[in-house]
């Protein structure tokens, strides 16, 4: 179950958020009392409630906006308790002062906003001791070993607890709670309205991660990355799942690089099956991984890593899904001979999934130019897959059929850029720009405005996801679905 949390400063708004929440599907909403700025009247906001409620005033110290007396607040939890609320929060350190009165239920909770203590175990023994129904623990996240630290607290525990992270390394905690045994979790009524660090939106928690299908039995899948935010491969992901009926929930887990060791250590006890892995895990990931298919060996980066009987499979999709792409577009899909030999590609960037393409054009004798923005970097790859590489000046100085985008100049939120000027562009070229969001680039656009060919980065993103979906579930990806998610985030109406 989702608890929405509400904080508005005036009673007919918070009640209206509350009923249209309801009207939306949600069991249980948190009325955060300490948002209210006009006299308090919460006869009103309890009468003829729509579902359970759970009543908290929280004070400025724990995160809240109450700045009053605290004779007054705990006159307002006590009122609360009087007039049957099914739920009143009370923090640790007021428990024994509120006692036990009627139906309402004991929800004893502790806040911390710097980091997530050693001593979690201990911290639950003292509050279960509160005459506590639920015990509520929040702690901000370090670090993702801190996400499994609490889940495990979760699931160890002998009464209902409810126990996540806060910011965006602690996302997985409010996601994988129900896994644990959680009695709920915790969701805000919009994405731009969060009460708390990384406090999810409603409609993501019940909609993108299917929050109230996650059981024990529950697969995880995900994707690293450091940042994340910006991935929208759980998007694409956890449509396809929820289109075949798979009882999984692919989670982002952002890992800074010092805490990737740790993370990969943790897999296990989190039940992570399969992972995509990108910026910047591709290559620093490899000395983890006990099997590699023959495009890791020769790519050296990872963009893929399955679990399975004890062993971490490194896979890298990102090859495949780019010459499909650039042969299909090239009328050769499928043929004996690749229609990229012998043809000039100009592939500018040197990442991870620069080096994911040389490697495929070497495969299909493609003669291959590359230029960035190091020029250190472009040497070092050019020397490593036989290619040639030439200052990022001069980039538009060389004759070439294919031109590449392997940067991110031209994503999101800066699409005003492009890595190619559009002057030098001809009808002759095919134009592929690997960056998906948005689809149509400004390279994108002013390549076809000159009757180039063009491939985008959605046809690159969608078919890496398609295979990735294969290693993990062994199940053919629903394409269409992907394909139509993805176009859907990535225009005007997001989460």
């Known amino acids: 179950m989702i608890c929405v949390s509400i904080g508005r400063s005036r009673h007919k708004h918070l009640l209206a958020e ?34 359970p409620v759970i009543i908290t005033c929280r004070r400025e110290e724990d995160g809240g906006k109450f700045s009053g007396e605290e004779q007054a607040r705990q006159m307002v939890l006590r009122e609360a308790v009087a007039l049957g609320a099914e739920y009143v929060d009370l923090e640790d350190d007021i428990a024994e002062s509120i006692p036990r009165y009627g139906q309402s239920k004991r929800i004893i909770s502790y806040h911390n906003f710097r980091h997530t203590p050693d001593d979690l175990d201990e911290i639950y023994k003292r509050l279960s001791s509160l005459d506590a129904d639920i015990v509520k623990i929040t702690t901000m996240a370090q670090n993702p070993h801190d996400n499994l630290r609490m889940l495990e ?37 919009h994405h731009e309205r969060a009460l708390a660090p990384g406090q999810l939106a409603f409609d993501q928690m019940k909609d993108l991660y299917r929050y109230d299908s996650i059981t024990e039995d529950t697969q995880v899948f995900g994707v690293i990355a450091d940042p994340i935010a910006h991935s929208l491969s759980p998007h694409i992901h956890n449509a396809a799942l929820a289109e075949q009926g798979v009882n999984a929930v692919y989670v982002p887990f952002r890992v800074p690089p010092d805490s990737l060791s740790q993370f990969i250590e943790d897999v296990p006890r989190l039940g992570i099956k399969g992972l ?55 009328g050769g899909a499928g043929q004996e001979a690749s229609p990229l030999q012998d043809k000039r590609v100009l592939l500018m960037g040197a990442g991870g999934v620069s080096r ?37 000046g001069a980039r538009h100085t060389v004759p070439v059929d294919v031109v590449i985008n392997g940067t991110p100049i031209g994503m999101h939120p800066n699409v005003d ?24 680039t ?43 998610t993805l176009k859907r985030v990535t225009g005007p109406v997001k989460y």
């Open 442 to 484: 400004l390279l994108i656009k002013e390549a076809r405005s000159h009757g180039c060919h063009t491939v985008t980065g959605v046809e690159m993103f969608v078919g890496q996801a398609k295979l990735q979906y294969y290693l993990f579930t062994n199940k053919e990806a629903p394409l269409d679905v992907m394909k139509a």
């Open 18 to 51: 509350y009923h249209e929440l309801v009207k939306r599907g949600a069991q249980l909403v948190e009325l955060r009392l300490d948002y209210v700025a006009s006299r308090l009247n919460l006869q009103r906001l309890l009468k003829d409630r729509p579902c």
């Open 153 to 189: 607290m979760v699931k160890n525990a002998d009464l209902p607890t409810v126990g996540m992270c806060m910011g965006d390394i602690g996302t997985p905690s409010r996601i994988l709670m129900g896994k644990y045994g959680a009695p709920f979790s915790y969701a805000t009524f």
């Open 276 to 330: 995509s892995v990108t910026i910047p895990h591709k290559e620093a990931v490899k000395k983890h991984v006990t099997k590699v298919t023959p495009a890791v060996k020769g790519i050296k980066a990872v963009n893929t890593l399955v679990f399975r009987d004890g062993e971490v499979i490194g896979c890298n999709t990102d090859c495949t899904a780019a010459m499909d792409a650039l042969e299909h577009a090239m």
């Open 417 to 440: 850029e492009t890595p190619y000027n559009r002057s030098y562009l001809k009808p002759s070229m095919l134009v592929f720009d690997t960056v998906y969001n948005p689809e149509s």
């Open 356 to 392: 994911a393409i040389l490697y495929g054009l070497k495969q299909r004798g493609a003669r291959t130019i590359l230029a960035s923005r190091t020029r250190e970097r472009a040497d070092k790859l050019s020397t490593e897959f036989g290619a040639k590489a030439v200052d990022w």
